[in-house]
């Protein structure tokens, strides 16, 4: 079974920011996600683009660490890779889904 965007965003749903309590998906920090690999019996690679809050986030490699975990525990997922980049620069306003801008108080 080949596996789908939505099991990659079911499963980065659990990737909390600590300081802000709310996901990363919901933050708006996943950029995107690629799926490759033909031979779904040996398992499939994950490749993400996510970003961060800021540059300096302290929890950045706890963040990047957990999501990495989230997406190995996929069935069918034999390789994780998360490319981290700042371009575009995070912006709240923009990237964040409607109920993450109002519990940042962003209207």
């Known amino acids: 079974?080949?596996?789908?965007?939505?099991?990659?965003?079911?499963a980065l749903k659990t990737v909390y920011d600590p300081e802000i309590h709310m996901s990363v998906t919901e933050l708006?920090?996943?950029?995107?996600?690629?799926?490759?690999g033909e031979d779904e019996a040996k398992g499939q690679s994950v490749k993400v683009k996510m970003s961060l809050t800021s540059p300096a986030c302290?929890?950045?490699?706890?963040?990047?660490?957990?999501?990495?975990?989230?997406?190995?525990?996929v069935p069918g997922i034999?390789?994780?890779?998360?490319?981290?980049?700042?371009?575009?620069?995070?912006?709240p306003r923009v990237m964040a889904s409607?109920?993450?801008k109002?519990?940042?108080g962003i209207f």
Do not use: N, S
């Open 1 to 10: 079974m080949a596996v789908t965007f939505k099991q990659i965003g079911d």
């Open 28 to 36: 708006g920090l996943i950029y995107g996600a690629e799926v490759t």
């Open 58 to 73: 302290p929890y950045g490699p706890m963040l990047l660490a957990v999501a990495h975990g989230a997406l190995a525990k």
């Open 78 to 91: 034999r390789d994780v890779d998360i490319d981290l980049t700042f371009q575009p620069t995070w912006d």
């Open 98 to 100: 409607e109920e993450a």
């Open 102 to 104: 109002d519990q940042l």
